[in-house]
């Protein structure tokens, strides 16, 4: 059984910059790849950004991109640096594991394994 803990979220001012880091445990997660998701009140969850099993590869969201960085620090843990934070980027933003072997998606039904989400909030 593989568990996610997310941290790192809170309350900041726009410009501000946020890291989010994530742990995971159980399972073969040296082979998963990991990814970021967030959810505003009153809209669906979307993806935000995704690494590959060994850190190479990355994809973000357009909203994102040049702003978030995503990085596996470890096999066990991947962080999201949040650079630039925008009002926008209010939401609960949750972590993610893809058990499938060597893949990297931004779907989010392809991800098996999910944090409990943590609240980042960001003033104008």
């Known amino acids: 059984q593989v568990h996610l803990i997310e941290s790192g979220g809170g309350l900041v001012q726009a410009g501000d910059s946020l890291t989010l880091s994530c742990a995971a445990s159980?399972?073969?997660?040296?082979?998963?790849?990991m990814g970021w998701f967030r959810q505003a009140p009153g809209k669906e969850r979307q993806f935000v950004a995704a690494?590959?099993?060994?850190?190479?590869?990355t994809y973000y969201a357009d909203s994102v991109k040049g702003r978030f960085t995503i990085s596996k620090a470890n096999a066990n843990t991947v962080d999201l640096q949040m650079n630039s934070l925008e009002p926008e980027d209010t939401a609960a933003y949750y972590c993610?594991?893809?058990?499938?072997?060597?893949?990297?998606?931004?779907?989010?039904?392809?991800?098996?394994?999910w944090g409990q989400g943590m609240q980042v909030t960001v003033s104008s």
């Open positions: 993610a594991a893809d058990s499938r072997v060597w893949t990297l998606s931004k779907l989010i039904n392809d991800y098996a394994y």
């Open positions: 159980g399972g073969a997660l040296a082979s998963y790849s």
């Open positions: 690494v590959s099993w060994n850190g190479g590869t």
